[in-house]
């Protein structure tokens, strides 16, 4: 069994006459990971920015409990802290939010008027935060009641902080590779340390000494000595560090905001894995043709070969902001970014070339016919092309919300998860191929069928391109908002952060499987046709 985001009971599985699904990874138990702190229960608490959700996680037996649902006030924690009443206070960063969940469950708003506020920290019954942005605050707030009182600003993107044994308040500059210190009551800051790679938190461990994480792909993690300044630096290959705890004992357990989970880091590197790393997604999804598979994951893009060696949430080829759309191309990769990008990546040469920029939520893509690289802009509703040159040009407009699209040998295919529709696209018109159906959006060609995946209904359906008619082919998918659970769109994505869009994405593997992101629960699902005792294949089972 696999309990996981989306079911619980880890019992649900797809069901198809046409079919075998298997998953290539096993579900995602914890829906990214960014604060991790110790709860007065002994437990160790896990803000899952992505998902918008708390869990507790019992670092022996590796049990997960959400203590903070999807559906609370709380859209997206970041970072969190325990006052000496044992009242949870939670950085909400994108809405700009502070709040408090008393001990008894109720949630009180401490302030609604921060920017990007993410690290927190408690000294005794004093409550401190500051703001992730350029020329950020770190303030005292005061959940009773009362101004909140600015201790300094300039801060260039802060992030988790903590007091330390000299009675300063630390905290890193993520952007500069520093690491400031000021005193609680208020005064001058001092500039503490330089030149540390890519600092996204600082913590004391059991003896005092100062941790710093990375955020970068190799997992660096510096100590610094307090009283010295000796430092020292290892490499630990978790991806994406977020930030860390040390229990009792002064072992130190290390969150990864690119690919969740939690890990128990040791002095020298060394990581036992508590709550298994997984896909945060995954969004698009792809297949090179050595069959190694591509997942464009919000934070990364991941890679599964199908080996049982994987690791559950894949390896992460590369951390990228944002990272929505991706397919495959002759060993290139071309990736779409939220941020409104469109990439080039060539994995062999480890080399990327921007194509385009400005785009209004890019989302799914495809190499066309004569190689130019199509687009669909689901912000600005239209599908457009980028040739070689990077030139862009408008191949259809007045859409409503363009998801994904797939070309056959001469046509393009866009889905419009809005609208309910797949349209083709036929002289710069949008025409309809099939409507009433319920938020398409992964699209893919197979032979002379057109799939796409109805995230509504949670099921695969197939589009003859020669009749017009359509069949379910596979139902109840781990994919879109777990049952029951109704949030509104995301906003559009600026600096320094967003949630991501849902979008299901649907590839066609080279031995002519379809892979399916399953990223209700965080899976990539293949699907091989069944064949009958004939050797036929099984088709068309259902309306």
């Not at 630096?233 to 969740?260: I, K, P, Q, W």
């Not at 009433?436 to 959006?441: E, F, T, W």
């Not at 589009?463 to 908002?481: N, Y």
């Amino acid at each position: 069994m696999h309990p996981n985001r989306f079911d619980d009971t880890g019992l649900r599985r797809p069901t198809s006459e046409r079919f075998d699904v298997r998953r290539l990874n096993p579900p995602n138990r914890l829906w990214g990971a960014n604060g991790v702190t110790f709860g007065p229960d002994g437990r160790l608490y896990v803000a899952q920015f992505l998902a918008g959700q708390i869990s507790a996680v019992d670092p022996a037996s590796a049990d997960v409990e959400v203590v903070v649902e999807l559906d609370s006030p709380v859209q997206a924690p970041d970072d969190l802290a325990f006052g000496a009443d044992g009242s949870m206070y939670i950085t909400d960063l994108t809405p700009g939010r502070v709040w408090r969940r008393s001990p008894s469950g109720e949630y009180g708003l401490v302030s609604d008027s921060l920017r990007a506020p993410n690290g927190i920290t408690c000294i005794g019954d004093r409550l401190f935060v500051n703001e992730m942005a350029m020329n950020g605050q770190l303030l005292e707030l005061f959940p009773d009641g009362g101004d909140p009182v600015v201790l300094t600003d300039g801060l260039a993107f802060g992030n988790a902080m903590q007091l330390g044994p000299d009675g300063y308040l630390y905290y890193p500059h993520m952007m500069d590779n520093q690491v400031w210190r000021i005193p609680p009551d208020g005064g001058t800051p001092e500039l503490f340390a330089t030149d540390v790679h890519d600092p996204v938190a600082v913590r004391f461990d059991q003896g005092g000494t100062l941790t710093v994480l990375s955020r970068g792909i190799a997992g660096i993690v510096t100590r610094i000595d307090l009283a010295t300044g000796d430092r020292s630096v290892v490499t630990s290959g978790v991806a994406g560090l977020d930030n860390a705890a040390f229990d009792a004992e002064n072992r130190m357990y290390v969150s990864s905001f690119a690919s969740g989970g939690v890990t128990e880091m040791h002095a020298d590197g060394r990581t036992r894995e508590i709550v298994p790393r997984g896909l945060a997604g995954p969004y698009g999804i792809t297949v090179d043709l050595g069959g190694t598979v591509h997942a464009a994951d919000h934070y990364r893009l991941a890679r599964l070969t199908g080996s049982p060696t994987d690791q559950p949430g894949g390896a992460t080829r590369a951390l990228m902001p944002f990272v929505h759309g991706v397919t495959a191309d002759d060993g290139l990769l071309h990736v779409t970014s939220q941020f409104g990008e469109v990439r080039t990546e060539d994995p062999a040469h480890d080399t990327a070339r921007v194509r385009a920029t400005g785009l209004n939520e890019p989302g799914g893509l495809a190499v066309a016919p004569d190689g130019s690289l199509v687009v669909a802009e689901s912000g600005a509703g239209r599908v457009v092309r980028i040739d070689e040159t990077d030139t862009l040009t408008v191949l259809a407009e007045g859409l409503t919300h363009p998801v994904d699209v797939a070309f056959d040998d001469t046509t393009c295919y866009v889905s419009d998860d809005r609208l309910g529709a797949v349209l083709r696209i036929d002289a710069g018109e949008a025409v309809t191929v099939a409507d009433g159906l319920g938020a398409p959006q992964g699209l893919a060609v197979l032979d002379d069928e057109l799939f796409t995946i109805e995230v509504e209904h949670r099921r695969l359906r197939a589009i003859s391109l020669i009749t017009g008619e359509s069949h379910i082919e596979a139902e109840d998918l781990a994919v879109g908002l777990p049952p029951g659970i109704a949030r509104p769109h995301p906003g559009p994505v600026s600096p320094p952060a967003g949630p991501p869009r849902q979008f299901a994405g649907l590839a066609v593997d080279p031995d002519g499987s379809l892979l399916l992101s399953a990223n209700g629960e965080g899976s990539v699902l293949r699907l091989t046709t069944r064949r009958r005792d004939n050797g036929t294949p099984v088709k068309e089972t259902g309306n």
